[in-house]
């Protein structure tokens, strides 16, 4: 399983996007499961619309959201207690508290590799960064 993050999101959906390409060479061949999160998906179609990407907003949708493209798995209340404690205690760095619900996710299932660019993932020290 690999995690993916709003940053690999926007970058296969948006063709401006400076790893756009290496996004879709990475994902292309990628046969793993896809995973992600229902705030990760909120954090995506939020800044395609902060950026007035709104035609991306609807292609992330309809193959994210609607179709089978990554499995999206829902923050639950014991994850969310877990990403406060995290965002609370790493408050010297700049992540998210949608940074922080993915590690714990990705703790919690045991996932090891996130597609993304945000260098926050590599910050956490447990994660490999892939492409």
């Known amino acids: 399983m690999i995690f993916v993050d709003t940053s690999a999101w926007y970058a296969l959906f948006t063709a401006r996007d400076v790893n756009h ?5 990475f ?5 793993e499961p896809l995973i992600t999160t229902d705030y990760v998906v909120d954090e995506t179609l939020t800044l395609f619309r902060a950026r007035g990407e709104q035609v991306h907003s609807m292609s992330f949708g309809k193959k994210v959201i609607d179709g089978s493209f990554a499995e999206i798995l829902s923050i639950e209340l014991i994850d969310f207690a877990r990403a406060w404690d995290i965002f609370r205690q790493y408050n ?17 299932l045991g996932i090891q590799r996130a597609f ?4 926050h993932f590599r910050q956490f020290g447990t994660v490999t960064v892939v492409p």
């Open 92 to 108: 010297d760095k700049d992540w998210s508290f949608t940074d922080c619900t993915s590690l714990v996710i990705m703790q919690r």
């Open 27 to 31: 994902i292309a061949p990628a046969e």
């Open 21 to 25: 390409l290496a996004a879709n060479q």
């Open 116 to 119: 993304a660019f945000d260098d």
